[in-house]
């Protein structure tokens, strides 16, 4: 499965990972204080759920054995970059990013999260919070982007 490319936009995806008391999986990017969920850019010819794969461990350290997926979004979720920072992000190449979202359940709590999987890790802390708490976190050019994909996907909990 292939996403069709938006012009403009960074074809990505996005991952909440829940666990078996339905918290996500919230990450902390390096030398910020800005939250977010595991996401990432889809390569050239690359599958979506092969991009996924690789982003979540690339990012998290979980692999294809450690999750299971619930499900995905129907739709792509664009959200833009504010052009006071485009320069500043994704090489200024992009003015937003076109996600496909995924939830994902991990099949045991006690499943080793690994923010070190990266020569340069995108990521220095991670938390486990309320399903809705990351609409309290994120940076807002991304929030209606996450309450959309939240929204969408809760039923499947």
């Known amino acids: 499965m292939n996403m069709?490319?938006?012009?403009?936009y960074r074809p990505n995806v996005a991952m909440v990972v829940i666990n078996s008391?339905?918290?996500?999986l919230i990450c902390r990017r390096?030398?910020?204080?800005?939250?977010?969920?595991?996401?990432?850019g889809i390569d050239a010819d690359e599958d979506i759920k092969e991009a996924m794969?690789?982003?979540?461990?690339?990012?998290?350290?979980?692999?294809?054995?450690?999750?299971e997926v619930i499900g995905e979004?129907?739709?792509?979720?664009?959200?833009?970059?504010?052009?006071?920072?485009?320069?500043?992000?994704?090489?200024?190449?992009?003015?937003?990013?076109?996600?496909?979202?995924f939830l994902l359940r991990i099949k045991n709590d006690e499943c080793n999260i690994n923010l070190e999987n990266e020569a340069l890790p995108e990521f220095e802390e991670f938390e486990w919070?309320?399903?809705?708490?990351?609409?309290?976190?994120i940076i807002d050019f991304k929030k209606e982007a996450y309450r959309r994909a939240l929204m969408e996907l809760r039923h499947l909990l």
């Open 53 to 67: 794969y690789r982003e979540l461990f690339e990012e998290v350290g979980l692999s294809k054995q450690d999750i």
């Open 30 to 40: 390096r030398n910020t204080q800005t939250w977010q969920f595991p996401q990432g």
């Open 21 to 24: 008391e339905n918290k996500v």
């Open 73 to 101: 979004s129907k739709a792509t979720i664009t959200y833009d970059i504010p052009k006071t920072l485009r320069s500043l992000v994704l090489g200024g190449k992009f003015k937003g990013q076109d996600q496909k979202w």
């Open 4 to 8: 069709k490319i938006k012009e403009g």
């Open 129 to 137: 919070v309320s399903y809705w708490r990351p609409l309290d976190r």
